[in-house]
């Protein structure tokens, strides 16, 4: 027997930083949400829901492609910190398969009790998308240096913060000949 309320606080969603470079990130695409009313307006990277018997990867590709008309190449999992790391879910006994597949991960805690994993991404084409749908008010292409004066969803600030100390590459120290 399932228990509602614990299946509803793991449930997995998956994200997006799409950046216009993964190589040299100079901007992300950002999204303003659409509903519900009380977070109108507030930016979140974009993704969705994983269904039942679909990877977390497979379910990015889906919701990017159904929301945003977006088709990306995968960079690295942007993992969370370990002080908010939410544990995947145990799986069940039995040997069967599991309802979500490659749900195995180490997740950031998101809104509504639900669980999400965020990957860095670029546009597979950049000549086409993204376009807008109804899930979201906006999207911009904001300069990096810009992120944080957008007003994100609460949940998704920390994420942010990872995402730009994952996408920016180490300063390399110049020698001395």
Excluded at 2 to 31: E, F, G, I, Y
Excluded at 96 to 118: L, N, S, T, Y
Aim: a negative charge; one cysteine or more; aromatic letters at 4%.
């Amino acid at each position: 027997m399932t228990d509602p309320v614990t299946d509803r606080l793991s449930r997995l969603v998956v994200a997006a930083a799409v950046v216009d470079s993964l190589a040299a990130p100079s901007a992300m695409l950002c999204a303003a949400r659409s509903y519900p009313p009380e977070h109108a307006g507030r930016f979140e990277l974009p993704g969705g829901k994983v269904e039942p018997g679909e990877t977390p990867i497979r379910a990015l590709a889906r919701e990017l492609a159904e929301e945003l008309d977006l088709h990306v190449t995968l960079g690295a999992e942007v993992r969370p910190t370990l002080g908010l790391a939410v544990a995947a879910p145990k799986s069940s006994s039995g040997g069967g398969p599991r309802e979500f597949p490659d749900d195995d991960a180490p997740a950031w805690p998101a809104m509504h009790g639900h669980r999400m994993r965020v990957w860095l991404a670029e546009p597979a084409d950049a000549s086409h998308g993204p376009r807008r749908s109804g899930a979201h008010e906006s999207l911009r292409w904001t300069p990096w240096d810009d992120l944080e004066a957008l007003p994100w969803l609460p949940a998704d600030l920390p994420i942010l913060a990872a995402v730009r100390a994952a996408a920016i590459p180490p300063v390399q120290n110049p020698t001395s000949s």
